[in-house]
């Protein structure tokens, strides 16, 4: 199993800050060259249908100034398909989308939609996407994951972030066992979703998890100590965490 383990930057929220004051700034684009430099392995801009935070000029000018690779997290919808087959990120991530939630709150439910999710990711693994769909940690979802032919999973972290003490510490072997599995079948496994400097170190040392997928508090944090100094903090406990 791999030592290593990758730190997207969910940058969003920069953009939340901008749009507050409908002003240019703070730009997105300038958060990925800051996180780049600060040691990220990769960029997610959520797409929403609202487009409460990312707008479509972030995903359309993203590739002219950013060299990292660029996850468009997106909801199964006609129109973010042509956009994806527009941009031709590195990797699609599905997500499932509500116009009222605060922010994702659970897994896609791949079960329920297997043959129109096959549908929807064909054209886009034909330009050479990876598809990573965002689910809880339950293997009968894994497992259709697989067979539908994602190349990833990301296991929703949020509960286990929300949770204390023994619900914490079984919310954890969950996520493990789920991790474990999904390697097994031969999927990349990503997390993400709630993660700070307090909780991130009992993921980053299930060696199944390849990439960690973090927004949030990482622009918080940017606010009091710095955007480069949060996210090589983050990357020093991952690692940290992998060493043990
Ligand atoms: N992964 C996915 C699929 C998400 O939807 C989000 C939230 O936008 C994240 C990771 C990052 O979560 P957070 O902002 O809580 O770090």
Same mark, same amino acid.
């Given at each position: 199993? !791999?030592? *290593?383990?990758?730190?997207?930057?969910?940058?969003?929220?920069?953009? !939340?800050?901008r749009?507050?004051?409908?002003?240019?700034?703070?730009?997105?684009?300038?958060?990925?060259k800051?996180?780049?430099?600060?040691g990220?392995?990769?960029?997610t801009?959520?797409? =929403?249908?609202? =487009?409460?935070?990312?707008?479509?000029?972030?995903?359309? *000018?993203?590739?002219?100034?950013?060299?990292?690779?660029?996850n468009?997290?997106?909801?199964?919808?006609?129109?973010?398909?042509?956009?994806?087959?527009?941009?031709?990120?590195h990797?699609?991530?599905?997500?499932?989308?509500? =116009?009222?939630? =605060?922010?994702?709150?659970?897994?896609?439910?791949?079960?329920?939609?297997?043959?129109?999710?096959?549908?929807?990711?064909?054209?886009l693994?034909?330009?050479?996407? @990876?598809?990573?769909?965002?689910?809880?940690?339950?293997?009968?979802?894994?497992?259709?994951?697989?067979?539908?032919?994602?190349?990833a999973i990301?296991?929703? *972290?949020?509960?286990?972030?929300?949770? @204390?003490?023994?619900?914490?510490?079984?919310?954890?072997?969950t996520? !493990?066992?789920a991790?474990?599995?999904s390697?097994?079948?031969?999927?990349?496994?990503?997390?993400?979703?709630?993660?700070?400097?307090?909780?991130?170190?009992?993921?980053?040392?299930i060696?199944?998890?390849?990439?960690?997928?973090?927004?949030?508090?990482?622009?918080?944090?940017?606010?009091?100590?710095?955007?480069?100094?949060?996210?090589?903090?983050?990357?020093q406990?991952?690692?940290?965490?992998?060493q043990?």
């Amino acid at each position: 199993m !791999t030592k *290593t383990i990758r730190l997207g930057i969910n940058l969003d929220h920069i953009a !939340t800050l901008r749009n507050a004051r409908g002003e240019i700034y703070p730009n997105p684009l300038r958060g990925a060259k800051i996180a780049k430099e600060a040691g990220a392995d990769n960029i997610t801009l959520h797409l =929403r249908e609202d =487009r409460r935070h990312i707008i479509d000029a972030d995903v359309l *000018t993203y590739r002219q100034h950013i060299t990292l690779p660029l996850n468009l997290e997106m909801a199964a919808t006609p129109e973010m398909q042509q956009i994806a087959l527009k941009v031709k990120p590195h990797t699609v991530s599905l997500v499932p989308e509500k =116009r009222e939630e =605060r922010t994702t709150e659970g897994g896609l439910n791949i079960l329920h939609q297997q043959e129109s999710l096959r549908d929807f990711i064909a054209p886009l693994k034909q330009e050479n996407i @990876k598809i990573a769909f965002f689910i809880e940690p339950d293997k009968l979802q894994i497992d259709a994951a697989k067979e539908i032919g994602a190349d990833a999973i990301e296991l929703h *972290t949020g509960r286990y972030a929300q949770l @204390k003490g023994e619900a914490q510490q079984k919310e954890l072997d969950t996520l !493990t066992d789920a991790a474990k599995h999904s390697k097994q079948i031969g999927l990349n496994c990503h997390a993400g979703h709630g993660l700070t400097f307090d909780n991130v170190s009992a993921i980053a040392a299930i060696m199944a998890i390849e990439e960690l997928n973090i927004g949030h508090f990482i622009i918080s944090e940017a606010v009091f100590i710095s955007l480069e100094h949060a996210i090589k903090k983050m990357k020093q406990l991952m690692n940290q965490a992998r060493q043990r």
